[in-house]
């Protein structure tokens, strides 16, 4: 018998306009680049994704390279579709990127356009889907003129096979040279995706979300708790099981005195409050200006359960 989402699947999200586009996102939206991947176990993967949609998660963002191995979110994203969510698919926004190495040889890594067309033609495949809502130039690259990878996003817009595009990553003059550029052409830059958290204000301090308000583009916030920094994870050592574990994306040399003391002071700002820290550092991110939806990971229905305490 086919999965049927809860009928009252909207009553608890908040909706924010992306800059100055047609289109709401969620406050919280989930992100596919730990826990859909190959060696992930499928039945809780598609746990997460239930447990996201029936909240009113509307937003699924993913890569190319997203696994391990590369391309294997996507591809249990595509399953879960086939599974699940086929009969939903107007109500779902779903990104995906290119940016970074994901074949071997010279045309499976930055900006080219040769790389960008491929690539989404091989995301939409594994994804099993005719279109994206939205895709993203997953980096910078400064060895390929801007203009190339630019009218790339444009064409594949004007393909049909995105609906609109977005930058990450991107440093400050070459993402305004980006947002004139794609306006000029009648495809303005729906979104930014950077890194702002209580631990890293990169974008705020180089003036990015400046920029995007200014320019009337949303802005989401990936990793808004530093991997699980910003959560009670780490607070009492580093649990079986957790990402810091694990050691790839997330290394213990990062816990640094410095920054254990931080999270520590964190924590008792987010107690005097009466709430967990991951909370707190969801909520902060949230009141900045300019900040459209936080893109949060989750290795259990739980721990989103919680990160969607902050509405
Ligand atoms: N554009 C880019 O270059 C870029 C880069 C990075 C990420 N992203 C996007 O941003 C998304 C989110 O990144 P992220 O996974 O680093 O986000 P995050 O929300 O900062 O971290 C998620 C991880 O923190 C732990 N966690 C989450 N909620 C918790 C809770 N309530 N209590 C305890 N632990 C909790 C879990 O790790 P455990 O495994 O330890 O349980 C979870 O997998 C990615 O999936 C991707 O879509 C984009």
Not at 147 to 166: C, N, P
Not at 208 to 224: H, N, R, T, Y
Request: charged share 25%; proline share 5%; glycine share 8%.
């Amino acid at each position: 018998m086919n999965w049927i989402a809860a009928t009252n699947r909207y009553d608890v999200m908040q909706y924010e306009r992306c800059g100055r586009s047609g289109v709401l996102l969620p406050k919280v939206s989930l992100g596919f680049w730990h826990n859909f991947g190959a060696e992930d176990d499928y039945s809780r993967s598609r746990e997460i994704m239930r447990y996201a949609f029936e909240h009113g998660i509307t937003h699924f963002d993913l890569a190319n390279n997203y696994g391990p191995p590369y391309g294997s979110a996507e591809e249990t994203f595509g399953r879960l579709m086939d599974d699940d969510f086929r009969p939903y698919r107007d109500e779902m926004f779903i990104a995906t990127k290119a940016g970074y190495n994901m074949w071997p040889g010279p045309y499976g890594n930055w900006g080219s356009r040769k790389y960008l067309m491929a690539s989404l033609d091989q995301s939409l495949r594994r994804m099993r889907l005719d279109y994206v809502d939205l895709f993203y130039s997953h980096r910078y690259d400064p060895n390929t003129p801007l203009e190339e990878t630019l009218q790339a996003l444009v064409d594949i817009v004007r393909s049909g096979k995105a609906f609109y595009v977005g930058i990450s990553r991107w440093p400050l003059e070459a993402t305004r040279f980006a947002f004139r550029y794609l306006r000029e052409r009648d495809v303005p830059c729906l979104i930014y995706q950077g890194r702002i958290n209580l631990l890293d204000r990169t974008p705020i301090e180089e003036g990015i979300l400046d920029l995007c308000c200014a320019e009337g583009v949303g802005f989401i916030s990936f990793s808004p708790l530093a991997q699980g920094l910003l959560t009670d994870r780490y607070l009492y050592g580093i649990p079986e099981g957790s990402r810091m574990s694990k050691g790839k994306f997330l290394r213990s040399e990062m816990l640094t005195d410095k920054v254990m003391s931080r999270i520590q002071q964190y924590n008792s700002e987010a107690q005097a409050e009466g709430r967990p820290l991951s909370e707190y550092a969801l909520s902060w991110i949230l009141r900045q200006p300019g900040v459209t939806s936080v893109l949060v990971g989750a290795s259990s229905p739980e721990q989103l359960q919680k990160n969607l305490h902050v509405l």
